[in-house]
């Protein structure tokens, strides 16, 4: 009844809540010859639709291309837009590596709080706010972004890893080489742990441009096994909420929310 109750108050105000949020790694393509630049932008907005963010150094703690245990900081000068234009490290699976420093956001209403919560399966932290005593008015939240994206240079061949990053997306397959006809396995981490029943929500891009979205959860290993079809892309995410730090608390955040995104092309053949 209270799960009901919560999903008909999120539907009302899922527009204004959820939406705009994502942020993602967007390559102009996802499969490029070994002698090609790689070009990509940075992304906020929603259902694979948004803004393209420049490159600014203050704005982010890790920008980094990994080509197996080879490692570059992704070079570009203050206001480069797309944010990526580099030459491949080498041929294979590329796998660049967005993190951003800490926002800030001040939440209007208690609504649109909840509506978030629901959207992001995190409807435990409206007890544990009130349980706390906090007030339900201007509730103040810290969030960060941790964004990976899969790019073939070459013939593509490689696999993902995790990076060390607080959460992310590990792809278990690659989706250039390997046999996608039954999903692609993906793995969910935070603090390098597994996170086990944790939702994952799916956008999915068909080539004329239509986005689908769903979702799917975690099993007890933090594993989910994601439906693809051929020439569709492909963005992942997964949102942990929790207590802040001490130096953020100190600023009066409430509630933080890291952000784990991944972004991939299954080829048409």
């Known amino acids: 009844m209270l799960r009901t109750l919560l999903i008909a108050i999120s539907m009302a105000c899922i527009a204004m809540t959820a ?13 490029t010859a070994s002698d090609e630049q790689v ?11 948004g803004s393209s963010q420049s490159y600014i150094p203050r704005n982010f703690v890790r920008f980094e291309a990994w080509l197996g245990e080879m490692r570059n900081d992704v070079p570009g000068v ?37 509506g978030f919560l629901v959207h992001k399966d995190a409807e435990w932290v409206i007890a544990r706010h009130d349980a706390g005593g906090y007030s339900r008015e201007k509730i103040r939240e810290a969030y960060s972004r941790y964004a990976k994206s899969l ?11 995790a990076v060390g990053l607080i ?5 278990l397959e690659n989706p250039y080489t390997g046999q996608m006809d039954d999903g692609i ?6 603090e390098d742990m597994p996170r086990a029943d944790s939702q994952i929500e799916v956008f999915e891009k068909s080539p004329d441009g239509s986005v689908a979205v769903f979702t799917q959860k975690t099993d007890k290993d933090g594993q989910a096994t994601i439906p693809v079809q051929r020439g569709h892309r492909y963005m992942l995410d997964a949102v942990v909420l929790r207590k802040p730090s001490s130096d953020l608390a100190d600023k009066n ?3 933080e929310s890291l952000w784990a995104n991944l972004t991939f092309l299954v080829p048409p053949n």
């Open 151 to 161: 790019i073939a240079v070459g013939n593509g061949a490689g696999r993902d890893q």
């Open 78 to 114: 203050v206001g480069d837009r797309p944010a990526v234009n580099m030459a491949a490290p080498g041929e294979g699976l590329l796998v660049m590596v967005h993190e951003t420093t800490d926002s800030f956001l001040t939440w209007s209403t208690w609504e649109k709080f909840v």
């Open 167 to 171: 959460t992310e997306f590990v792809a």
């Open 185 to 190: 396995d993906v793995l969910v981490l935070y």
């Open 253 to 255: 955040v409430l509630w």
């Open 19 to 31: 939406k705009g949020h994502e942020f993602w790694i967007d390559p102009v393509k996802y499969q």
């Open 39 to 49: 070009v990509a932008d940075l992304r906020v907005g929603q259902d694979f639709e």
